[in-house]
């Protein structure tokens, strides 16, 4: 059974702080991995998509590597600023349509 | 439209109530999923459609809930005789069946049962 699990599961920086959330995941054998952002009462936003044979994705001040071997992808984020302030989920893609999720980093960005 | 749209976006039912959420993908997407997400969780599959079919509907929690798409287009996840425990965001996603198959959430429908 696939699990995913972020860490860590809450994170508070100050401004201008480049950051990494990780993800793992214990089947190798996924289609995608989707990065997404969910802001207190919102729905989820899509911030990076990397397909299975892909090793990173670029999105502005935000870079997604993924290692499907190792079960791990990264979340970079560069310049931290109080906008960035939100939940970060990460979801696998098994066969052609199921996303498992983590439970998500909850992210602080101190002005 | 631009985007999935869900409706209602907050409803408060009494125990013992039946509703209905709805969802409207993104136009011509082929791939439809409902998902559910507790307080502080991740969310969690419930159903998947591929057109008008209902091809897993294995997260559903108990045969209280029932999820349709008739036409392939819009889709409706109804819960009879709601219980406590059926408090939580409802999430629909859509994706097209067509390139990286990226999905595409909706804002959600909390639902409170009091």
């Known amino acids: 059974k696939q699990e995913v699990t972020q860490i860590p599961a809450a994170l508070s920086v100050p401004e201008g702080e480049n950051l990494v959330l990780n993800c793992s995941f214990t089947?190798?054998?996924?289609?995608?991995l989707q990065w997404f952002r969910q802001d207190p009462g919102k729905g989820l936003t899509s911030l990076l998509l990397?397909?299975?044979?892909?090793r990173e994705q670029t999105s502005g001040r935000l870079n997604a590597s993924l290692d499907k071997s190792s079960g791990r992808s990264t979340l970079y984020i560069a310049a931290s600023q109080p906008g960035d302030s939100a939940t970060y989920l990460c979801?696998?893609?098994?066969?052609?349509?199921?996303?498992?999720f983590g439970t998500g980093t909850r992210l602080k960005v101190l002005a | 439209g631009a985007g999935v749209s869900q409706s209602p976006r907050y409803k408060v039912a009494k125990r013992g109530q039946d509703v209905a959420l709805r969802c409207d993908p993104i136009?011509?997407?082929?791939?439809l999923f409902w998902y559910q997400q507790a307080l502080g969780q991740g969310p969690e599959f419930l159903t998947y459609?591929?057109?008008?079919?209902?091809?897993?509907k294995s997260g559903l929690p108990s045969d209280r809930f029932f999820a349709e798409r008739p036409e392939g287009s819009v889709s409706t996840l109804k819960i009879q005789r709601t219980q406590q425990e059926d408090s939580a965001v409802y999430l629909c996603?859509?994706?097209?069946?067509?390139?990286?198959?990226?999905?595409?959430f909706g804002q959600g429908t909390r639902l409170t049962v009091v």
């Open positions: 990397i397909q299975s044979s892909q």
């Open positions: 996603a859509s994706s097209s069946n067509r390139g990286p198959l990226e999905a595409f």
């Open positions: 089947d190798s054998a996924i289609y995608n």
């Open positions: 136009s011509g997407h082929v791939s």
């Open positions: 979801a696998v893609r098994k066969g052609t349509y199921k996303y498992i």
């Open positions: 459609f591929q057109n008008e079919a209902q091809l897993d």
